[in-house]
């Protein structure tokens, strides 16, 4: 009897309980996951032998966190890994994605998102090192990075033909030349955010209004430099749905006129867009009947502007609008 029940629970362990563990990991956190390797030796042999558990490498906000992503993918679990986060990671630099690239780099070819926010001690030379295996990176984000310059736009672009979404938000030292790189490049780029990118001027915004007409969202938050010609040619961004122009103080009801045939719109954030009025307003009322975000700032005797703004969020339908108060001149 003890025999018998000794080889039901062995049989449980060994075929089992390993089944249920895989249905349960898929949920689990990555640490979490690596914590159910140690538990049996029937579990380990299961989920390693399931490529589709080790897809993710997560090491954000930890802290040695280049020479864990060097030990992890030197294991075999994470040969086909295919999204990196490390944002935030502390202490990671360019000397560990130099060792990335010499000892396992193979490992990432199947990489398609790479999150590098807030790592600021990685370079230009950084990004050519993690991006020289990377040629099938989709989503590519190094946020607020004052290192990062054209020259490492320049070394992503030429190894990285297919990203659609790049995050270039706090790069202050990317430039027209950047910009230039990624339209002609990356034509159909989906999404771009280049907040806070303040060395970029007309020049660079119309390469990428002309060239990258799949652009479906559009961040220019906290750039306040373009002028109105330039926010006029976002009307060539016929699948255009998100639009952030918080802080584009140039921008006129003209201009407003213009981005109102963006019929596609959902999302449009206008916040500290001081020269708009009454006029931009109809224009968007009757031009963007998709629109379910909303937000603007109105002076004491725009009135009017602010009533027209929530009649229009009645009738569109609108989710969410918002409205800021601006201090009276």
């Known amino acids: 009897m003890e025999v018998e029940k000794a080889e039901a629970v062995e049989l449980w362990c060994r075929e089992t309980l390993p089944k249920v563990m895989k249905i349960v990991s898929v949920r689990l956190p990555l640490r979490d996951l690596i914590n159910l390797l140690l538990v049996s030796p029937w579990i380990n042999r299961n989920l390693v032998s399931h490529p589709?558990?080790?897809l993710v490498l997560d090491f954000h906000e930890m802290s040695d966190a280049g020479n864990r992503l060097v030990a992890a993918l030197s294991l075999p679990r994470y040969q086909n890994v295919k999204h990196i986060n490390l944002e935030f990671a502390r202490d990671i630099e360019d000397k560990h994605l130099e060792n990335l690239k010499n000892?396992?780099?193979n490992s990432v070819m199947n990489v398609e998102t790479l999150n590098l926010n807030g790592c600021q001690k990685i370079s230009d030379i950084g990004i050519g090192f993690v991006t020289s295996n990377c040629s099938r990176l989709k989503v590519f984000s190094i946020y607020w990075n004052v290192r990062v310059s054209d020259l490492g736009i320049r070394n992503l672009v030429d190894n990285c033909k297919l990203v659609i979404d790049l995050n270039l938000s706090g790069c202050k030292n990317v430039t027209d030349e950047s910009l230039k790189l990624i339209a002609e490049n990356y034509q159909g780029l989906q999404l771009l955010n280049i907040t806070r990118c303040v060395k970029i001027t007309d020049k660079g915004l119309d390469m990428i209004l002309v060239k990258c007409s799949s652009l479906?969202?559009?961040?220019?938050?906290?750039?306040?430099?373009?002028?109105?010609?330039?926010?006029?040619?976002?009307?060539?961004?016929?699948h255009l749905r998100f639009l952030?122009?918080?802080g584009a103080q140039n921008l006129s009801d003209d201009g407003l006129s213009?981005?109102?045939k963006c019929?596609?719109?959902?999302?449009l954030n206008l916040t500290w867009c001081v020269r708009i009025t009454d006029q931009g307003v109809v224009s968007l009322a009757e031009g963007c009947k998709s629109l379910e975000f909303l937000s603007g700032s109105y002076r004491q005797e725009l009135g009017g502007s602010v009533r027209l703004l929530f009649s229009y969020a009645y009738n569109?339908?609108?989710k969410r609008l918002y409205r800021h108060k601006e201090a009276k001149p």
Not at 216 to 232: E, P, Q, R
Not at 263 to 267: G, P, Y
């Open 244 to 246: 952030d122009l918080c």
């Open 258 to 260: 213009c981005i109102a």
């Open 52 to 54: 589709s558990l080790w």
């Open 316 to 318: 569109a339908r609108c």
């Open 103 to 105: 000892k396992c780099g």
């Open 263 to 267: 019929k596609n719109l959902t999302s």
């Open 216 to 238: 479906h969202s559009l961040n220019l938050y906290a750039l306040s430099s373009f002028t109105d010609a330039a926010y006029k040619r976002i009307s060539l961004l016929t």
